[in-house]
């Protein structure tokens, strides 16, 4: 972001003030003028506490009751009165500026979407419609009715039926899973630039956080789909050689290249997770964003797996509750959709029934958009605070005093 310092990729060396760990060091106090003060033995800093010194232990007067070695911090330093331990860190907008818990991350999300309600809203809501709309006209126009199951037919029938039922399932996956790209790919270019513009605590308008989005949405795009199609290729990889061998033979051996593809695209994924962030925020091309999410996920592999497992178990369990109301009522209002079910047959899909359902489609993206957006946006955050004192940056951008222009 133009306005932002600290997003773009820092270079190989150290930077300056920064050890080989790229760990910031502590500059030394000086002037007005930013001269080293000179300090002597018997004249330290300003400020700082003295330590005792070898000669004969004298009753401390009430001034000194609680300074110096032996007591408590003065108040104003480390911490509160009466409190030990570091100072908190600065929070200028939705998080701190420091290594982030899980805690952190999920605050940070959720108060991203009550701070900017209006913003975050606005882009999630009006994505949502826009593609609940788009996959009702499919479901409605464009996907083939599924079969139905007759539970008297003989097992050579049963199976065709089956084979059947999962080519519709397939064909009706095929323009849900195009418009879940398209409303992904804009709500992440949107929501990415708001939520990096909350972490400093700015204000930021659906104009502006398109206007800065717009020339990143090619590449967004062709990073959205080339991850998958990856995966693709890979699990294609995996169980070719079993298919080509046929047999029971083939099909454990099937099995098992399916099972190693689909650990390595899960790894590849993690691996990736922080590729669309450093797209957006550092301004790179694709690959040079995917060099970049491996980079900063190396070393930190298993946690944010385990944050972005965490995270869509979450969105899960709140989409299922929001899901199962819906479902049952569209089904009420669809005439016999309950009595179909009872029935073992496949209730019939009217307009009443997709519009109840996109209403509560629209209800659940509203809300899981902002908050798997926040998590990847803070994710990406969280590591480069911990590798590259990207907090340092952060609150000089926020203008918070101390920490220079």
């Known amino acids: 972001m133009n306005d932002t310092p600290g997003w773009a990729s820092p270079g190989s060396a150290p930077s300056d003030g920064q050890d080989d760990q790229g760990v910031p060091r502590p500059a030394p106090p000086g002037d007005a003028n930013g001269s080293a003060p000179q300090w002597s033995e018997n004249q330290p800093p300003a400020g700082q506490w003295q330590p005792p010194t070898a000669s004969a232990p004298a009753a401390p007067s009430p ?25 908190p860190a600065a929070k200028p907008g939705v998080i701190p500026l420091r290594p982030l818990t899980l805690g952190d991350i999920l605050d940070g999300s959720v108060a991203t979407l009550r701070r900017y309600w209006q913003t975050v809203l606005t882009v999630s809501v009006t994505i949502a419609v826009l593609m609940q709309v788009a996959e009702i006209l499919a479901q409605r126009y464009l996907v083939p009715a599924p079969p139905q199951i007759n539970r008297d037919a003989s097992p050579a029938e049963a199976l065709s039926q089956s084979i059947d039922a999962l080519q519709s399932s397939m064909i009706a996956m095929g323009p849900a899973y195009l418009i879940m790209v398209a409303a992904t790919l804009v709500s992440a270019a949107l929501l990415t630039v708001v939520i990096s513009r909350a972490v400093l605590g700015r204000p930021v308008t659906l104009g502006t956080a398109w206007q800065e989005a717009r020339p990143r949405l090619l590449q967004l795009l062709g990073l959205t789909l080339l991850v998958p199609v990856m995966a ?7 169980l070719l050689p079993g298919l080509l061998l046929g047999g029971g033979g083939g099909a454990g051996l099937a099995f098992l290249g399916g099972t190693c593809a689909f650990v390595v695209v899960i790894w590849l994924t993690i691996r990736f997770s922080l590729a669309s962030p450093a797209l957006m925020l550092e301004r790179q091309g694709v690959v040079k964003a995917l060099k970049r999410s491996a980079k900063l996920v190396q070393g930190s592999w298993w946690r944010i797996f385990g944050i972005n497992i965490l995270t869509q178990l979450l969105i899960f369990l709140f989409s299922m509750l929001i899901a199962f109301p819906f479902a049952f009522l569209a089904l009420g209002v669809a005439g016999d959709g309950l009595g179909d079910i009872l029935d073992g047959t496949v209730p019939e899909t009217s307009w009443s029934y997709l519009v109840v359902m996109g209403i509560g489609g629209v209800i659940t993206s509203a809300i899981t958009y902002p908050i798997s957006a926040g998590v990847t946006v803070l994710l990406y955050i969280d590591q480069r605070i911990r590798r590259e004192a990207l907090d340092l940056e952060l609150a000089r951008a926020a203008g918070l005093p101390g920490y220079g222009g």
């Open 232 to 238: 693709a290729g890979i699990m294609f990889v995996g």
């Open 63 to 87: 001034a000194r009751a609680n300074s110096g070695w032996g007591g408590p911090p003065p108040q104003g330093q480390w911490g509160q009165q009466g409190q030990w331990g570091p100072p």
